[in-house]
C-alpha cells in the first residue's frame, strides 16, 4: 500500500510534466452551457434575502479568459516545487475526505486557487445575475460597467432582457467578452434576437448613448484584485483611497444616474476586503449623495471551495430619490 509520501510524489511527478490544467474550451458544448441556465429555475435560489450559488457555467467562462492566471502569478507559484507538492498533499487529503481518493483534474485546479494564491479572482454566478435581471431588468436594456470575467453577460443571455451593454477597462477581458457575445450571439437559442454592445473603456469616462432599465455591476475592490497592469485599471488610475472613491466610484455612479430611466435601479455587488473595511460603507454614502436611495441589499452567498467556509457578500438594490 503506497504511503503518503509516496502518493504526495506521484502525484507531484505527474503535474509537473503536465503543467499546469488550464481550462480548455474543447471540454465543453458551449450551447449545451447555456441552455442549462436558460432552463434554471432561478426561483430555486432565493432563500430569504440570501441568492444561492450555483456553479452553472463558471469553468466554460474561464475558457474565454485565460489571463485569469496572471492576477495573482498562479503560474509563477506553481513552477515552485515546495508549493507544488503542498498543493498535492492537501488536494490527496481533500479526495480522501470528499472523493473517495479520486484527484481529479478539476480539483487540483480548484485547489490551486486556493492553496497557491492569496487571492483568487471570481466571476459573478450566471444563475444569480440571470435572477436579477428577470427580476428588475424590465425585459429591457442592461448596463453593465464592469463588465470582468462574463458571468452578467452569460446570465443575461439566459435572462429576458432584450439588449446588454457592457464596458471593461482590459483589452484582454473586452476581447473574451467579444468572444462570448460572437459565440452565442446569432439567435440560434432564441426567439428573437438579443443584442450585445461590448466597450473597451473606463467607467468613469464613458456612458452609453441611451436610456436604460437597469444598471448592474461588479465594480472591482479598489485593489484588492489587481486584474492587469493596464494603465486603464481603476486601482493605477486613483491608487488612494479618496482617489478611487472619487475619482473612479463617484465617476461611475454619476455616469450611471444620468443614463437610467426613471424607473431604472442600480444594483451593486461591491464587498469590504480584510484589507479595505470601508469599501460598502463609502458606496452607500456616494450614491446617497449622487441622488440614489437604498431599498434593499440582497446576500450572495459565495462557498469558499476546499472546506474555507462560506461567506457572503452584498448586493445593494438602489433606487433613485
Not at 430555486?44 to 474565454?64: E, R, S, V
Not at 457592457?166 to 440560434?188: C, H, M, Q, V
Not at 475619482?247 to 461591491?270: H, P, Q, S, T, V
Request: hydrophobic letters at 35%.
Amino acid at each position: 500500500m503506497k504511503t503518503e509520501i509516496d502518493r504526495v510524489e506521484e502525484l507531484f511527478t505527474y503535474w509537473r510534466k503536465k503543467g499546469y490544467p488550464h481550462y480548455q474550451l474543447n471540454n465543453y458544448d458551449a450551447f449545451n452551457e447555456l441552455d442549462k441556465i436558460i432552463e434554471y429555475d432561478t426561483r430555486d435560489l432565493i432563500d430569504g434575502k440570501h441568492i444561492q450559488q450555483t456553479m452553472h457555467g463558471l469553468g466554460f467562462l474561464w475558457c474565454f479568459h485565460p489571463h485569469w492566471v496572471e492576477v495573482n502569478n498562479i503560474l509563477e507559484l506553481w513552477d515552485d516545487d515546495d508549493k507544488l507538492r503542498t498543493l498535492c498533499r492537501k488536494t490527496i487529503d481533500w479526495a480522501d475526505k470528499h472523493e473517495g481518493g479520486n484527484v481529479t483534474v478539476n480539483r487540483m485546479r480548484q485547489n490551486s486557487k486556493v492553496y497557491l494564491a492569496p487571492q483568487s479572482p471570481s466571476n459573478f454566478r450566471p444563475t444569480a445575475a440571470k435572477y436579477i435581471y428577470n427580476t428588475y431588468g424590465k425585459q429591457g436594456v442592461v448596463y453593465d460597467p464592469c463588465a470582468g470575467w462574463g458571468g452578467r453577460l452569460f446570465g443575461f443571455l439566459a435572462s429576458n432582457c432584450e439588449r446588454y451593454i457592457g464596458t471593461d477597462p482590459s483589452k484582454k477581458s473586452y476581447n473574451g467578452l467579444n468572444e462570448i457575445a460572437r459565440t452565442f450571439n446569432k439567435g440560434i437559442l432564441f426567439d428573437e434576437f438579443k443584442d450585445i454592445e461590448i466597450y473597451n473603456q473606463c467607467a468613469e469616462d464613458w456612458i452609453p448613448m441611451r436610456k436604460v432599465d437597469l444598471v448592474f455591476t461588479s465594480p472591482p475592490y479598489f485593489d484588492c484584485e489587481k486584474y492587469s497592469d493596464e494603465p486603464t485599471q481603476s486601482y493605477l488610475r486613483h491608487p488612494t483611497r479618496e482617489k478611487w472613491t472619487e475619482g473612479f466610484l463617484r465617476e461611475m455612479i454619476k455616469g450611471c444616474k444620468i443614463i437610467m430611466k426613471d424607473d431604472a435601479k442600480m444594483i451593486l455587488n461591491i464587498a469590504n476586503t480584510t484589507k479595505h473595511k470601508w469599501i460598502e460603507e463609502e458606496t452607500i454614502r456616494v450614491a446617497s449623495e449622487e441622488g440614489f436611495e437604498l431599498e434593499d441589499t440582497l446576500h450572495l452567498v459565495l462557498s469558499s471551495i476546499a472546506g474555507k467556509g462560506v461567506k457572503t457578500e452584498p448586493v445593494f438594490i438602489f433606487g433613485q430619490k
